[in-house]
Every structure is written in C-alpha cells, then in structure tokens.
C-alpha cells in the first residue's frame, strides 16, 4: 500500500494525473484502518475533481464522510468540514440546493470550532459564508446570498490585511451585482466602490493578476453611476475600464479585446443619452472598428455586436440630422442581420425589423424633404418584410409590440401619402414657420412681409391643385390676413383688391366683409362702408362678440397705428 501511495505522490508531482489515481485506487483497495481509507478517499475526490469526474468524486467524498460518521473524531472535523465544501463545490453547478446543504453542514462545524474565540479557523468560517452566498445567489435567493456574503466580509475584516483580501472584494462585487438586481443603486455603488478598493491594493502588489477583476468593477460602477444619472462619474469609471482592457488586451488579446470592444460601446451610447453625438459616434467608429476585427476571425461570435454598432452609428447620425450617414451605416447594419437572420432567423429576425423601421423613418423624412416618391416604394418594400418578421412573434414583449406598432403606423402613411399631400404638408410647414415670424414682429410693415410669403405659397399650390377645398378656405384666410395688414399701413385700395380676390374664390365672410368696409370708409366711399357694416349688425364672431364690438375695436388700432379719418366718429356715433 505504501509503494502505491508513494507512486501516486510521486505521478502527482509530475502531473500525470491518470496514473497517480490508479496507484491511489489499488493502494485504497489494501487500506485497513478508517484513517488510511479516508486520507486515501480525500486524495482520490480532489484527483478526480482536476481531472473533471464529479460523479466518482462525489462517491468516494461520500464514502469519506461516511467513514468520519462511523469513527467520529474531533481533531477530523475540520477535514469533514473541508469535504463537505468539497462536495458543494461539485454539485454547485447541477444541483445548488444539495450544493447549499452541503455548504451548510460545513458552516455548522466551521461555527462550532470557532465558539471558542478560536481565530484560527475564521478564514475558512469565512470562505465557507462566502461560498454560500455564492450559492444562494445562483439560485436568485438574494436575500440568503447578502446575508451570508456580508457575514463573510465580517470576519474578513478580522483577519490581517482585510485590504488585500481578493475574496472581500469579491464579496463586495457579488453584493454589488444583487443590489443593481434589485434597483438599490445606492447600496450597489457603495458595495462596487470597496470592491474597488482592495482589487487596487491587490493589483499594485501583484500587477496583471487582479487587473481583470479592477476592470469589471470599474465598468460596474460606470453601469450603476449611468443609472443614476451622474453621467461624469459614469464617463470616468468607463474610461477607467476601457484603460485597464485596453492594457489587459496587449498580454491576451483574444480574451480581452471584446470587453473593450463593450466598453467603447457602453461609452457611445452613454455620450448619445448626454446628446453629444459627436462624441457618441467617435467611441461606436471605434467599437464598430474593433468587432469588425473580431468578426473577420470570430464571425459566429461577433458578427452580430458588429451589426449592432453599425446600427448604432446610423442612429447616432439620425440625430444629427446627417442623412446619408445614416442611411450608410443603417444599410450595411441591414445587410449583415439578414444575413445572420437567414441561417438564425429565431435570434436575428427582430434585430432586422429595428435597423429596416429605423431605415423606414430616415426615408419618411427624405420623401418629405425632396418630394421624391421612390422613397415611398423602398420604405414599402422594407415594411412588407417587417411585416412578415414580426407575424412570427406572438410573445407580448414591449420592444416587439412597439415595432408592430410602429411598422402599422408607417404602412398607413406612405399607403395613403400622395405627391399632393406631401407638396401639401411642405406648404403648411412653411407657412407654420412664417407665422411665427409674424407673432415675433410688432409693426405691421414688418408682419405683412411675412404674410405676402403666405399668400404666394398658398396661390402657388392652389394652381397645382385647383379643387383643394383646404387650400382655397386658407388662401381666403391669408388674404383677409394681409388686407387687414394693408389697412393699418393705410392702403386701403391695396386691401380692397386682395379682398376681391377673396370673394373670386367664391369666399365671403364677416371678418372679410368687415375689411371691405374699413377699405371703402378709408377711400371716402362712406355710404358703401355704412351699408357694409350694418349688415354685420346683427352678427357675432367665433368668440360670441357681436361685430360691433370688433368694428370699433379695429378703427381704435388703426388709430393707433397713425391711420386716420374723419368719419371714424360717424362709424362709431352710428353703432352708439
């Protein structure tokens, strides 16, 4: 039995792991008393653990623990203790609840050992609670998992340099991450923070090793100072961890350029949430960059995050308005997702229907802006696909219900959109615009410049189509508009002819007739004028005055305006 336990020690040092394990299985065989067979099961179970054998194992660490049981022993606790972490370890993976059994019997002797003030087992008292809430926060017990993770950071703090103890910041990321699960963002940038801490002070002592473990909480922390919308405290954070990748990346380029990669991209978007595009597109130029290189040598994995950032740069484009770019970057982010939703169609169909909808509403605005309706025809054929796509779906995800109802909004516009109503929209967009002009300006020799504007826009397309109703109610409108405009500038035979033109367009309305009155008393044509306005006697305006009450407010801001007659008072004694 010793010749074999000396072979498998021996094979062990040289790693010849399968060997040694058959010499410590033949020198098991010829065990006599509890303790050989124990140590011997011990060695086995750890044996079989490197060389990935959970299930023999987890036998002869149950053989073990039997043996304990049958010959019980105080100075074997804490090699029973050791065991049962042992064996969670194993069942950590494909059974957490018998993991978390196992973690606890450990604990329960690790407890009682220590009851006697006795420090020397407060590591693994410690471990053991941190391997616990490990466990507990596989299984999403988050409650269980922080109260064991912080009794662990307790009795961390207890033993030497609690600083550079690497499973205390552990213990703080892990409570980081359920915090930020559970929307405490508070608790989790506090926890992030101290993890923080000691993977600073473990780096400086032991470089590269623990720089991985700084980055991932400095890019945590840049997530969590995101959410709470302290944006410089996010950008710094980021910057941090894109550093510490970046150095990361020239000693393993493969494992850690695409956490770069996240990084640069987790940067874009926040720079497009403070609405500094510029910024925004420069860090997804480089993220675009970056997984274009891990695509050309990874395509399964990175083909997609690559499409997401092309998707991304038209996006970041839109906002600034920079029409074509965005049309580059959505096109080639389109091309390359039907192209993976071709083979992959469950995982890749929504990501096209975002990039086609996005494409969609660049061509609404290019159709509105150059009247051009081969963008009506593309946006058309781009919807029908949508359409298509997303008829796969019947989950009531939000995002999938947004572009459902997104692309049935889209095929009712450019279904109905003409040339007509399109040279339309344009129309009363300007006009829109001018009248703010209007409302800005004081005098009336400022506002009518703006007006004649609305009236030539308006004759303008009512000779392109001569049967809109809406046309001819607003140019009958405008006209009124700038005869009014033309009486407080005393020009009342200017007013006269524009009002006729109103009338041409087979309009005639109070207001109007009210302006055709001023004209005439204006022009000393008082017995027109007084026939004019008595027959608005009677009648009341949109806001329930009687026209009396305008009549004379109207001859007031001609007044006002420096325009004045002499049978202003006859107008008014008559009304009195």
């Not at 149950?62 to 203790?81: C, M, Q």
């Not at 049935?408 to 344009?426: D, G, P, T, V, W």
């Amino acid at each position: 039995m010793e010749e074999y336990i000396d072979n498998a020690n021996l094979l062990f040092r040289e790693n010849e792991l399968d060997k040694a394990i058959e010499n410590y299985e033949a020198a098991l065989k010829l065990a006599i008393t509890s303790a050989q067979q124990i140590n011997l099961c011990n060695a086995l179970g750890r044996l079989y653990q490197k060389t990935n054998s959970p299930q023999k194992a987890i036998e002869v660490f149950n053989k073990s623990i039997g043996l304990y049981d049958k010959f019980p022993d105080e100075k074997s606790f804490p090699d029973k203790a050791t065991i049962y972490n042992n064996l969670a370890t194993i069942y950590l993976s494909s059974n957490p609840a018998l993991a978390i059994e196992n973690y606890l019997r450990a604990l329960k002797i690790y407890t009682a050992l220590t009851d006697s003030e006795n420090s020397a087992f407060y590591p693994h008292l410690a471990n053991t609670h941190f391997a616990l809430g490990e466990a507990f926060q596989h299984k999403e017990d988050f409650f269980n998992s922080k109260t064991h993770l912080k009794a662990a950071i307790i009795l961390y703090d207890q033993l030497p340099e609690p600083g550079l103890n690497e499973l205390k910041a552990s213990a703080h990321y892990h409570l980081g991450n359920i915090f930020t699960e559970e929307f405490n963002l508070y608790d989790a940038q506090k926890h992030y923070t101290k993890s923080l801490m000691v993977f600073q002070n473990l780096s400086e002592n032991l470089d590269v090793k623990f720089k991985p473990f700084m980055a991932a909480v400095l890019n945590n922390l840049g997530v969590t100072y995101k959410s709470m919308e302290e944006h410089q405290k996010a950008l710094e954070h980021y910057e941090q961890a894109l550093d510490e990748y970046q150095y990361l990346s020239t000693h393993d380029n493969a494992l850690f350029t695409p956490y770069a990669a996240a990084t640069l991209n987790s940067l874009s978007i926040l720079y497009a949430e403070m609405k500094n595009y510029p910024k925004a597109i420069e860090y997804s130029h480089q993220t675009a960059a970056v997984y274009n290189n891990l695509a050309d040598e990874f395509p399964e994995e990175y083909t997609h995050y690559l499409a997401t950032s092309l998707h991304n740069l038209g996006l970041f484009y839109l906002e600034l308005k920079t029409i074509e770019s965005a049309k580059k970057y959505f096109l080639q982010a389109l091309h390359i997702r039907k192209k993976l939703a071709k083979n992959h169609p469950e995982a890749f169909d929504a990501d096209v229907c975002a990039t086609a909808l996005n494409l969609v509403e660049l061509y609404q605005t290019e159709l509105v802006d150059k009247l051009d309706l081969n963008y009506k025809k593309m946006s058309l054929e781009l919807l029908d696909d949508v359409s298509t796509r997303l008829q796969k779906y019947s989950e009531q995800r939000p995002v999938l219900m947004s572009m459902k109802s997104d692309c049935a909004y889209y095929l009712e516009y450019f279904n109905r959109i003409s040339l007509e109503q399109l040279q339309l929209e344009n129309t009363y967009i300007k006009i829109q615009e001018l009248t703010g002009e209007i409302h800005s300006t004081i005098h009336p020799k400022e506002k009518i410049v703006f007006q004649e504007l609305i009236t030539t826009l308006l004759e303008e397309q009512l000779e392109h189509f001569p049967q809109n109703y809406k046309l001819k109610n607003m140019l009958s409108d405008a006209y009124n508009n700038l005869s009014w405009m033309h009486l407080q500038l005393n020009n009342p035979k200017s007013a006269e002819e524009i009002i006729l033109k109103a009338k041409n367009l087979g309009h005639s309305f109070p207001s109007l007739q009210c302006n055709l009155a001023h004209s005439y008393l204006l022009q000393g044509r008082f017995e027109e004028a007084k026939n004019e306005y008595k027959a608005l006697f009677n009648k009341k305006t949109d806001e329930k005055q009687t026209y009396t009450f305008t009549i004379l407010s109207d001859l007031e801001i001609l007044k006002n305006n420096g325009v004045q007659h002499k049978d202003f008072e006859r107008i008014k004694e008559m009304f009195a």
